[in-house]
T-cell receptor
Framework: DAKTTQPNSMESNEEEPVHLPCNHS???????IHWYRQLPSQGPEYVIH???SNVNNRMASLAIAEDRKSSTLILHRATLRDAAVYYC??????????????FGTGTRLKVLA | EAGVTQFPSHSVIEKGQTVTLRCDPI?????LYWYRRVMGKEIKFLLH????????ESGMPNNRFLAERTGGTYSTLKVQPAELEDSGVYFC????????????FGPGTRLTVT
């Protein structure tokens, strides 16, 4: 299984941008990069995903390196509600039509008021 | 629309006992996944159903774990007999069929084996 590496924790000030890095040097060509976050006492929730190109949605942006061996989740203006554990995940193809998520250890983001 | 629900939220059992965890996916979601996080480790994939069929059970740790999804609706994960190392949080997720369909996770069941 391919693996992802993330810093254990990061801090950010409220209203400032946050860049959460992830290394996935063993990624294969068919693996999608997904980001989920987990708030206290909840299950992980979807944030964003991409394959090769940078992606934007209402929650965040995902910047993917040209060689796809790393990616960065960007929260444009952190709020206190963004404090969570952020998981960088590779979605691997098991066989056509069947996939599984390979979770990283996650980055605990602390947002300071 | 109701999200993924799991029952119970917390279970404490003794080593050697049996426990059954239940997951109700979002209505209409044919994909159903089980994951778990044991102490200090990352969340790991256990298995994947499409409707009632097991598509991938490569993550199941051993034959003490049995997952079922009769009728393709809710799923159960039974641990028999439970061991101390089975303690952790068990998550269920569901998704629509599709290339890059996001998974919706339940809140998890915290299993403590004493």
């Amino acid at each position: 299984d391919a693996k992802t590496t993330q810093p254990n924790s990061m801090e950010s000030n409220e209203e400032e941008p946050v860049h959460l890095p992830c290394n996935h040097s063993t990624i294969s060509g068919t693996d999608y990069i997904h980001w989920y976050r987990q708030l206290p006492s909840q299950g992980p929730e979807y944030v964003i995903h991409g394959l090769t190109s940078n992606v934007n949605n209402r929650m965040a942006s995902l910047a993917i390196a040209e060689d796809r061996k790393s990616s960065t989740l960007i929260l444009h203006r952190a709020t206190l509600r963004d404090a969570a554990v952020y998981y960088c995940i590779l979605r691997e193809v098991v066989r056509t039509g069947t996939y599984k998520y390979i979770f990283g250890t996650g980055t605990r983001l602390k947002v300071l008021a | 629309e109701a999200g993924v629900t799991q029952f119970p939220s917390h279970s404490v059992i003794e080593k050697g006992q049996t426990v059954t965890l239940r997951c109700d996916p979002i209505s209409g979601h044919d994909n159903l996944y089980w994951y778990r996080r044991v102490m200090g480790k990352e969340i790991k994939f256990l298995l994947h159903f499409v409707k009632e069929s097991k598509q991938d059970e490569s993550g199941m740790p051993n034959n003490r774990f049995l997952a079922e999804r009769t009728g393709g609706t809710y799923s159960t994960l039974k641990v028999q007999p439970a061991e101390l190392e089975d303690s952790g949080v068990y998550f269920c997720a569901s998704s629509l069929l599709g290339l890059a369909s996001e998974q919706y996770f339940g809140p998890g069941t915290r299993l403590t084996v004493t």
